[in-house]
T-cell receptor
Framework: GENVEQHPSTLSVQEGDSAVIKCTYS??????FPWYKQELGKRPQLIID?????GEKKDQRIAVTLNKTAKHFSLHITETQPEDSAVYFC???????????FGKGTRLHILP | NAGVMQNPRHLVRRRGQEARLRCSPM?????VYWYRQLPEEGLKFMVY????????ESGMPKERFSAEFPKEGPSILRIQQVVRGDSAAYFC???????????FGPGTRLTVL
């Protein structure tokens, strides 16, 4: 089955700098890659997703890139702000088995 | 348009008791997923259901755990004879169809004493 690895597990970034979180997946049939943000004690919420027919997608300060050949995808947050502090999860899914497999998460700290 | 609802939000059980967790998907969503999250860990897939059908239960322990999504009413995750290791946050998520954005409920935090 699918296996998603996520790095780093913890990331501290100075406010205003950029943060990058990287994920790899094992199943070449995976073709949907969502990213979720989970604030402390709250539910995960989708922040951006990408499908395998595109290599990059951007939404304001957030961008995701996908390299299908290497089977890895990354989340980029620019001009980080205190409210970006949270746990971020990458995930992968294919329409072969319809379930989303999550990475273990990255705890992002934005330092003042 | 209410989001995904889960109840109870917090549930305390003693070892050996039963825990029953409920999830009402968003209106128009017929796909429900259940996940377990341990402290400081990720979301582990448990089971995927459509109305009246279990599609994939490969992530759910074969003993003590069961799930259903009846034609009417919420999806239920049932844990019989709970043990301390069952303490976790249980999230459900729903979507219009598979391979699309999943909307998460607020979770049920189960504590087994």
């Amino acid at each position: 089955g699918e296996n998603v690895e996520q790095h780093p597990s913890t990331l501290s970034v100075q406010e205003g700098d950029s943060a990058v979180i990287k994920c790899t997946y094992s199943d070449s049939a995976s073709n949907y890659f969502p990213w979720y943000k989970q604030e402390l004690g709250k539910r995960p919420q989708l922040i951006i997703d990408i499908r395998s027919n595109v290599g990059e997608k951007k939404d304001q300060r957030i961008a995701v890139t996908l390299n299908k050949t290497a089977k890895h995808f990354s989340l980029h947050i620019t001009e980080t702000q205190p409210e970006d502090s949270a746990v971020y999860f990458c995930a992968a899914s294919s329409n072969r088995d319809d379930k989303i497999i999550f990475g273990k998460g990255t705890r992002l700290h934005i330092l003042p | 348009n209410a989001g995904v609802m889960q109840n109870p939000r917090h549930l305390v059980r003693r070892r050996g008791q039963e825990a029953r967790l409920r999830c009402s998907p968003m209106k128009g969503h017929s796909h429900v997923y259940w996940y377990r999250q341990l402290p400081e860990e990720g979301l582990k897939f448990m089971v995927y259901l459509q109305k009246e059908n279990i599609i994939d239960e490969s992530g759910m322990p074969k003993e003590r755990f069961s799930a259903e999504f009846p034609k009417e009413g919420p999806s239920i995750l049932r844990i019989q004879q709970v043990v301390r290791g069952d303490s976790a946050a249980y999230f459900c998520a729903s979507c219009v169809r598979s391979y699309n954005e999943q909307f998460f409920g607020p979770g049920t935090r189960l504590t087994v004493l």
